[in-house]
């Protein structure tokens, strides 16, 4: 049975995201998915859903949902202050809302992007295999006021996709750890010194395509020809300034790539807020 | 073949190969050639590979678990792929109008190179434009061709909507926007045609490897091709290279 959530209040770039487009990189499609994988893929367990099932993100602001059906939702993330029907309720990660109930949130202060998932996950279209969110792959980049979302309410046995229970995000806390990007070596021993060893603060620039850090780094690489990125590829640009491109990032770039995060690193750093200081940590493969 | 690659593991789950760094159509042909037998002959355990001017970036579908092997087996291809041959490339004739209504910085880029908006239309319908790779935009063309006589820098401040069509210029580059953007680029005409159609199967039907010319029409042409693209009616232009 097909069911629906209408979105009251948007929030901020609150949108669906599975773990992302793929096969689609040689024409220009970012990967796109949900900034945190391991809040969403934990909120996908939580239900026994599939590991890919689409859930809803949202991002700093939270959105006022209307369920127009009843349903089973978990919540990860930021979503760590749920408020049904207009009173704060205790956190359950795993809850059931009746049919005209309204879920908003509280904002949760330490991190960045909050998820919604629900059994069976949400079935928006799939567009080029992936049911994520984007500019003008999707029919809209984010959830507007009033804009619907399908679900649906019958367990789907025939599935046999395996499940999987995401690992623990183990870093501590500040660190990002990194492998040396394919110019790397380029840079002087004091550079790469410097990228090791200094703190870098989270700039207020930020978005699914990338992250700003705040301290620069002198630089005298000349750009490279343009070349293949990926999420979690740090780039130096002319400036200085170091960008971490994120989930929906270019597919290519001309800024020389630095340093590549480690995957759960791209999590870590996804939900660290603006203004919090880190240090990279260089691994080898 | 003939070139010394560079193999290198990227993130946990992609190894990056690179080739001399410049630009070349025969470094194109070689990385395009060693993506087709890739795709051939690893096809389960590769999810996408991004290739650019002198790169591929081989995405896999699990975490590596020994770099060396995958590194020795993609060796192994290249030795014995294919040769050019295999690839299949297409010229396309792009219409492009280059007419005032829909060329709103070709006056300004003209009076800047002090050149007649004629002369313009002929340097840059004279080439035939290299595909070399696909990125920036979904569909965005990166192109090679370009007359030095119609380089020119981007704009200082971009704009924040560049509209879907527009055929521009930027630095030592022409291209088309696939869609609505910001871009910093200046626009010297508009094409009907969709370079990129999620619908289609690939969504592209331009591949790295192929060439385009840019064909001057009227107004009334592009409304009429913009008609017949919108209706499924349209043929584009194309002989197989």
């Known amino acids: ?285 | 073949m003939t070139y010394e690659l560079k193999y290198k593991q990227y993130s946990e789950r992609a190894i990056l190969v690179a080739w001399p760094s410049r630009i070349d159509k025969n470094i194109l042909e070689d990385v395009l050639l060693f993506k087709n037998s890739i795709k051939i002959k690893k096809d389960k355990v590769i999810v996408q590979i991004t290739s650019t001017y002198n790169s591929l970036l081989i995405f896999y579908t699990s975490t590596i678990k020994d770099v060396y092997s995958e590194i020795s087996a993609l060796r192994s291809i290249y030795e014995t792929c294919g040769v050019a041959e295999n690839l299949q490339n297409h010229l396309w004739e792009i219409p492009v109008c280059y007419e005032d209504e829909l060329s709103p910085d070709l006056l300004s880029f003209c009076n800047q190179k002090k050149l007649s908006v004629d002369e313009f239309v002929a340097l840059h319908t004279a080439p035939t434009y290299q595909v070399y790779f696909i990125g920036f935009l979904p569909g965005f063309l990166y192109l090679g061709g370009l007359d030095p006589k119609l380089h020119f820098p981007r704009k200082q401040t971009p704009n924040l909507k560049v509209e879907k069509g527009s055929v521009a210029i930027g630095g030592q580059q022409t291209g088309i926007y696939p869609s609505n953007s910001p871009g910093g680029w200046h626009v010297v005409g508009k094409t009907p045609v969709e370079l990129f159609d999620k619908d289609r199967r690939p969504p592209c039907f331009i591949q790295p490897g192929d060439q385009i010319k840019y064909v001057a029409i009227s107004l009334e042409q592009y409304g009429d091709i913009f008609t017949k693209i919108k209706k499924g009616t349209y043929d584009l232009k194309s002989v197989k290279l």
């Open chain 1, 1 to 285: 049975m097909r069911s629906t959530i209408t979105i009251l209040k948007p929030g901020l770039f609150t949108s669906i995201q599975d773990l992302g487009r793929f096969g689609y990189s040689e024409y220009g499609v970012p990967v796109s998915g949900a900034m945190d994988q391991y809040a969403m893929q934990l909120s996908n367990t939580l239900l026994d859903n599939l590991k890919n099932d689409a859930v809803l993100e949202w991002t700093l602001l939270p959105p006022v949902l209307q369920f127009n059906d009843t349903a089973k939702i978990s919540l990860t993330g930021a979503s760590l202050f749920p408020m049904l029907n207009n009173k704060v309720i205790k956190y359950s990660a795993v809850m059931e809302v009746q049919k005209g109930d309204v879920l908003s949130f509280k904002p949760c202060r330490n991190l960045v992007y909050g998820y919604v998932g629900i059994l069976n996950g949400f079935q928006s279209p799939d567009v080029l295999n992936s049911k994520s969110f984007y500019n003008g792959i999707t029919e809209i980049p984010s959830c507007q006021k009033n804009t619907i979302l399908p679900f649906k309410t019958l367990k789907d046995l025939t599935s046999t996709a395996t499940r999987v229970i995401p690992q623990l995000d183990e870093e501590q806390d500040g660190v990002i750890h990194v492998f040396p990007g394919p110019e790397f070596d380029q840079l002087s021993k004091s550079q790469q010194q410097k990228l090791m060893t200094s703190k870098f603060t989270i700039g207020q620039t930020r978005s699914r395509m990338g992250i700003q850090l705040q301290e620069k780094l002198d630089n005298d690489l000349s750009g490279i020809i343009t070349s293949p990125v990926l999420p979690g590829t740090v780039q130096l640009t002319p400036d200085g300034t170091l960008v971490v491109l994120m989930r929906d990032a270019q597919t290519t770039g001309g800024y020389p790539r630095v340093l590549q995060l480690s995957e759960k690193a791209i999590n870590t750093i996804a939900q660290t807020p603006s203004g919090t200081q880190l240090e990279f940590e260089l691994q080898q493969f």
